[in-house]
């Protein structure tokens, strides 16, 4: 079995679910390749898996056809395609292979454009409804289809017969349990993009509530800034809000350094604002924490129902004001026992079931299923 993952977005190899689809099939694949973006040199963790790089200012159509070409030279079982515009591989991939296309979704794109983009009004509704509509007339051409949501894979599963639903889960062999101490100081955490739809600037506020009435406790906001300008707005609202000592802005983290802040970590943040994208995605952050032992605190949408107030592993926000994100955190400083507790059961959670084992050989069966479909329509 050869399997071919073709990405123009996402960097191999990332820890994240592009790579956890790849790490998942070592040693059961005869064959792993990857089409990405040039990028630096490579983990030697995947020193066995084949990168295969294009340049990045290339038009579209001319993407699209040396995409297709370095794709059918590889002659794969299975191309897995990350990217809702890689739909255009699907014609001329059927035409001259029989190989098995499965496309991944890995959120959903045209809640993104609408939630990030930095173009105007008019611009984003017509971008996203034309992605949105490109995105579902290709689903059923494909031959198999990667949810990454409960709202995404029940409202797109009856449009091709071969799907499944894939979390973000984590390899939690790269996590070591916070070792809680009430003398230790009260590390308040958001890992992730940091942007003001996922509520950032709430946060700050709500920090300012919560350090005025308990005086204690350190906020820490890791990850990559969007829009760029962004950095700017926050460190205003820092010193509007006289934080400077206590609220941290850090660049994205990896490896062992990220892992060190989650084991510092009192509480960890998840998207807050419950708008239309975080309503149909699943924030992976969440799981970060909770392989760690870390309460989560999060807005109200259905991944945090259940994933969080269901199983009792941290805090859902009904309404989200910076002066409810402000209560949520004071109750969990002020009641270490049942902060614990949180903490525990998110972790046996992600030991025993939320964790990318599972996904592991469920991809496995996937691709399997849809392959050997794929070869008794090519007989």
């Given at each position: ?241 006289s934080l400077s000592h206590a609220v941290h802005l850090e660049p994205k983290l990896t490896g062992k350094a990220l892992f060190n802040r989650y ?104 691709y399997a299923r849809v392959h050997e479909w794929r070869q008794t329509m090519g007989q």
């Open positions: 079995m050869h399997v071919c993952h073709i990405s123009t977005e996402h960097t191999a190899f990332q820890e994240s679910r592009y790579q956890k689809e790849c790490w998942s099939i070592l040693g059961w694949a005869d064959r792993i390749s990857v089409i990405n973006q040039e990028r630096p040199a490579f983990s030697q963790e995947y020193s066995s898996i084949e990168i295969f790089t294009y340049p990045e200012d290339l038009k579209f159509r001319r993407l699209i056809r040396h995409l297709r070409d370095l794709a059918l030279d590889l002659q794969a079982d299975i191309y897995h395609l990350h990217h809702p515009r890689l739909l255009a591989l699907v014609p001329g991939l059927r035409k001259y292979t029989d190989a098995a296309i499965i496309y991944d979704m890995h959120f959903p794109y045209p809640e993104y454009i609408r939630t990030f983009s930095q173009d105007s009004s008019f611009r984003r509704q017509i971008r996203s409804y034309l992605i949105g509509l490109w995105e579902r007339s290709m689903i059923s051409r494909s031959d198999g289809v990667i949810f990454p949501s409960d709202p995404l894979y029940e409202s797109g599963h009856s449009s091709n017969e071969f799907s499944t639903l894939l979390y973000d889960f984590p390899r939690t062999e790269y996590y070591t349990p916070a070792t809680p101490d009430s003398t230790e100081e009260f590390n308040i955490l958001y890992t992730g993009l940091i942007t003001e739809p996922h509520g950032i600037l709430h946060l700050i506020e709500a920090f300012y509530y919560f350090y005025r009435r308990e005086q204690h406790g350190q906020l820490y906001i890791i990850g990559d800034m969007y829009p760029p300008y962004f950095e700017e707005v926050l460190h205003q609202a820092i010193k509007y809000y084991q510092e970590a009192s509480v960890g943040i998840g998207a807050l604002l419950p708008l239309p994208f975080f309503r149909k995605a699943l924030q992976p952050n969440i799981f970060d924490y909770m392989a760690s032992g870390v309460p989560v605190v999060a807005g109200n949408f259905p991944s945090a129902q259940k994933f969080i107030r269901q199983p009792k592993t941290g805090i859902v926000l009904n309404e989200t004001s910076p002066e409810t994100i402000a209560d949520a955190l004071s109750f969990l400083h002020n009641h270490e026992y049942e902060r614990q507790k949180m903490g525990e059961r998110g972790l046996e959670m992600t030991r025993t079931q939320w964790n990318w084992d599972a996904m592991r050989s469920k991809l496995q069966d996937f």
